[in-house]
């Protein structure tokens, strides 16, 4: 059984989703889940979309204000300083992108436009255009609930996208990918869009006071146009899938909890 909060919060991440995209960037599908069960449907998703997966996983991450992957490279949306660190069991190195306000300042009781606390996060630029794109976060939703904690996710500079939403520390824990009966503040997060492609995916939050990180393992690949399945709607809370539907693109957010 999924909480009423949860089904709230998967409510409101499609609806954000459906809202943001454009014909050119609709985000067709957005997987937001524990590690390992994100993985595992970002690959079988790509795979049957006709896509090859790469994956990039950060054993050793350098530091700097660009840092080259080989197909990719990082920046700090601000231009800033970029270094590594571990967390927890997460793949490989991350990266600090704890949120902030791009003006320094506080939003104590609301949270204002997501591209208020842009320059906090992250951009990967490809060489080659991309449609698929996965990644590990950890440490969300810990705290700062103000009143809520967002994670948002842009293509090419496009509209951002809401990924997530939390209201309470429970929304932020799954099962870790190491031990399944434990539950940690790691997630992994991953879009698709079989509408077009992009060649930069930027990341963030909003979560003002709250401690977050970015990378562990990178996963990516270019899908056949159209060649995601239609997905049938199915009732919330017996399910963490929910179908926002229209003409031209489809908006799907998924998520999956331990039962209770």
């Known amino acids: 059984m999924f909480a009423t909060t949860h089904a709230k919060q998967v409510a409101l991440a499609a609806a954000l989703v459906w809202a943001g995209a454009s014909a050119s960037q609709a985000t067709t599908y957005t997987v937001f889940d524990d590690v390992a069960g994100g993985r595992a449907d970002f690959d079988a998703t790509a795979t049957a979309a006709g896509g090859t997966v790469k994956v990039d996983t950060w054993t050793s991450l350098s530091s700097g204000t660009l840092i080259d992957r080989g197909d990719y490279t990082i920046t700090r949306n601000n231009g800033g300083f970029l270094s590594s660190t571990t967390y927890g069991d997460l793949s490989g190195k991350v990266t600090d992108i704890s949120p902030a306000r791009n003006n320094g300042g506080s939003d104590v009781g609301v949270r204002t436009n997501p591209l208020d606390y842009f320059k ?21 939703a810990t705290c700062c609930f103000d009143p809520v904690t967002e994670l948002f996710i842009s293509f090419d500079g496009g509209t951002p996208q809401t990924v997530a939403s939390a209201s309470t520390a429970a929304d932020g824990l799954f099962p870790s990918q190491k031990t399944s009966s434990r539950s940690v503040n790691e997630i992994f997060v991953g879009a698709f869009d079989d509408t077009g492609s992009f060649k930069s995916i930027s990341f963030w939050g909003n979560g003002l006071g709250e401690y977050l990180v970015f990378g562990g393992e990178v996963r990516y690949a270019l899908i056949d146009e159209g060649g995601l399945p239609p997905v049938a709607p199915v009732p ?9 539907g229209g003409a031209g693109a489809l908006a799907l957010v998924r998520r999956r909890r331990k039962a209770a």
Do not use: H, K, M, R
């Open 120 to 140: 906090s996060g992250v951009t990967l630029t490809f060489d080659t255009a991309i449609n698929a794109i996965g990644f590990e976060v950890g440490d969300w």
């Open 236 to 244: 919330l809370p017996a399910s963490a899938l929910l179908l926002a």
